[in-house]
């Protein structure tokens, strides 16, 4: 008995082989078409040299093809790298050396900035699989195959059609590896390293969310979805993030249908809803929250298909959550946290008029807790303020960072947690508030950025002579990234100026939207950044120059 991804989806393939398992406009695959596909590739990758335990690229916005993508990579019970398509150069280059990927399976639309990073570097990346994308919507394809560079290149499609479509894999094993590249709180993206079996606990309803029950048949999800109707779910957020993968997984565990979309646009969601008569709603905050109630009140959408929003990875306020309350009367609107090192950790219900100012308070998950320092449980009521920590199935270590994963997956009278940095209070009834990371990253729509990274690349603009950067709210992305800049002689270079800068060695939501110059740049004793200092400033004060 495996629990992992490859044969979870494999058992519902297995009943269910006849129904839509995704769509996308007028694209659809049934079960049976989508294992065939997976299957082809998953050999294609072994032909190529991909071994168990090898990890492969996956550069794709949310496709049909990108989904199959994953399955069939964990088929061929490689790793898979999750490679977020907003990245530099810069930023790719260290996602491909850190990884150590043999393979990689990206949208033609990346084609020039792939190659553009392997005529900088070596990697040992041996082969890429283009998805071919369609010229129409404002880039060049490129499917063709051949070698370049001693790397070879097939058309995905092609890949396909030349590799055998059946299921004759060996047996997986719940040692099996998910990662998982997230922002975490400093310096460059790391990969969170699971095995299957736990991360699925903890994502993937191995364990039930509302009674806390460990399931114990692999086929239950399988046959759960069998015997019932057919549940739509749409992910909008981008499946770089590990809370959309696992939207999709779930959906395909039960023999759902998922709906899948490449680019986020608020009026197109609602028309997708209305087409695909989509049941549950996955969002990241206000960041799509926002827009997306905007359009809705604006236009007129049938939407009575709809009995659950969920968000989850950034702030989704209390105001925005009453108007989904007041369109939806009769949806479930569930506010969830969780972490690429913890996995889910509990969820709060939104009711009209009773949602919380300010941080999110939810019912926590029974291995959740808060710690003191001494590892010590903080007993509910007691308005002490301690570490978020997870314990059960966490996940095993940082890919290639041992001081990292010491320093985050701790133990504690024999009992091993998770500490992802986040900060909190147990309440009187139990719930925990959520009060924010220990550390100083910026959650931006659901996005990390890092001081460290971005006062680095300001400061390669010649009149920059020191900087701190913080977060500042934002009504629609909960935080917007500001700069605090002490420049050289009393310059003033342009906002458009100090983000030409960055954007040449990170991603454009890593820009500053805000900036204050100072005269006398403060950091702590031990030369340290104030970030606290820096914080004060941008609430004294309105900015010198803001987008």
């Not at 560079?149 to 890949?159: F, M, N, R, S, W």
Request: glycine share 10%; proline share 5%; aromatic share 8%.
């Amino acid at each position: 008995m495996a629990f992992t991804i490859a044969d979870l989806i494999e058992h519902a393939v297995d009943l269910m082989p006849d129904r839509i398992a995704l769509e996308s406009g007028d694209q659809q695959r049934t079960y049976a078409e989508m294992e065939a596909r997976s299957n082809a590739l998953a050999h294609k990758l072994r032909e190529l040299g991909v071994q168990p335990g090898d990890a492969v690229g996956l550069y794709s916005r949310n496709t049909i093809e990108s989904v199959e993508a994953m399955i069939a990579i964990f088929k061929a019970r490689a790793v898979m790298v999750n490679v977020n398509y907003r990245y530099v150069e810069a930023e790719l280059e260290h996602i491909f050396a850190d990884s150590g990927m043999k393979v990689l399976i990206h949208e033609g639309l990346y084609s020039d900035r792939v190659c553009n990073v392997f005529s900088n570097s070596s990697y040992d990346i041996t082969a890429r699989i283009v998805i071919p994308f369609d010229s129409a919507q404002g880039a060049e394809d490129d499917s063709a195959q051949g070698t370049e560079a001693g790397v070879t290149v097939l058309d995905y499609e092609d890949a396909i059609a030349s590799s055998s479509s059946e299921r004759d894999f060996e047996e997986r094993s719940n040692d099996d590896l998910y990662m998982l590249y997230t922002g975490g709180t400093t310096g460059k993206p790391k990969g969170v390293v699971w095995r299957q079996e736990d991360v699925w606990r903890v994502l993937g309803g191995g364990i039930d969310w509302y009674s806390g029950r460990p399931i114990e048949d692999e086929w239950e999800h399988a046959k759960t979805g069998a015997d019932g109707g057919q549940l739509v779910r749409f992910p909008i957020p981008p499946f770089i993030h590990g809370g959309s993968q696992w939207a999709i997984f779930q959906s395909l565990f039960a023999g759902g249908k998922a709906v899948v979309y490449p680019d986020f646009d608020a009026e197109a969601v609602w028309r997708a809803v209305e087409k695909h008569q989509v049941n549950v709603v996955f969002i990241t905050g206000d960041a799509m929250g926002r827009p997306m109630i905007d359009a809705l009140e604006a236009g007129e959408y049938n939407t009575s298909s709809v009995f659950s929003v969920a968000s989850s990875a950034a702030l989704f306020s209390p105001s925005v959550k009453d108007r989904y309350l007041e369109a939806f009367p009769n949806a479930v609107i569930v506010d969830a946290i969780g972490s690429s090192e913890t996995g889910f950790g509990g969820m709060g219900m939104a009711v009209k008029g009773q949602s919380r100012v300010g941080a999110p308070t939810v019912k926590a998950d029974p291995n959740t807790h808060v710690l003191r320092e001494d590892g010590t449980q903080i007993e509910p009521g007691s308005d002490e303020t301690g570490m978020l920590a997870r314990t059960g199935h966490i996940p095993l270590r940082y890919h290639n960072d041992p001081v990292k994963s010491a320093g985050t997956f701790v133990e504690f009278n024999g009992v091993r947690y998770s500490l992802p940095g986040d900060h909190a209070r147990v309440e009187a009834d139990g719930t925990i508030t959520m009060l924010g990371r220990g550390s100083m990253s910026i959650n931006t729509g659901g996005e990390k950025v890092f001081p460290e990274e971005v006062e680095a690349a300001l400061k390669a603009h010649p009149e920059v002579f020191d900087v701190s950067v913080v977060g500042v709210p934002d009504d629609r992305f909960g935080q917007r990234v500001a700069a605090v800049i002490a420049t050289r002689e009393g310059a003033r270079p342009s906002l458009t100026a100090l983000n030409e800068v960055v954007r040449a060695e990170l991603a454009g939501y890593k820009t500053p939207r805000s900036v204050w110059f100072v005269d006398d740049f403060k950091r702590s004793p031990a030369g340290k950044p104030d970030y606290r200092w820096a914080s004060s400033v941008t609430t004294s004060r309105p900015a010198d120059e803001a987008l």
